[in-house]
């Protein structure tokens, strides 16, 4: 079955910036689609950013000119790398991968924590 393994949250004050991971393993359907979620304390959650098979991309438009969301199909990875954090955009960001073109996910990361505070 398909297992994610995602990593790259942490402390970071406003401004700074992070990179997260979502690792593919035991991947053994083809991957279509990826991206992350995240959820704050007491907010709902919202998508902030997937790509799909063709290199479309969708984000929050929160997050949109902040974030980037990429692929490297050789090491089944997707990676978001996040600059000019604000506290708003604390948060478990949780990553997905999906079998068909859409913007959820089949399967699902663990949850990494991002804090963005001075």
């Known amino acids: 079955q398909v297992q994610l393994v995602e990593s790259g949250g942490g402390l970071v004050q406003p401004g700074g910036s992070l990179r997260l991971s979502c690792g593919v393993s035991r991947n053994i359907f083809r991957i279509n689609a990826m991206g992350w979620y995240r959820q704050a304390p007491g907010k709902e959650r919202e998508l902030v950013a997937g790509?799909?098979?063709?290199?479309?991309?969708n984000y929050a438009d929160s997050v949109k000119d902040r974030f980037t969301i990429s692929r490297d199909n050789a090491k089944n990875t997707a990676y978001l790398q996040m600059n000019s954090l604000k506290p708003e955009d604390t948060a478990v960001y949780y990553c997905?991968?999906?079998?068909?073109?859409?913007?959820?996910?089949?399967?699902w990361g663990q949850g990494t924590q991002v804090t963005v505070s001075s």
């Open positions: 997905y991968a999906a079998l068909s073109s859409k913007w959820t996910g089949d399967y």
């Open positions: 790509i799909i098979s063709g290199g479309s991309t």
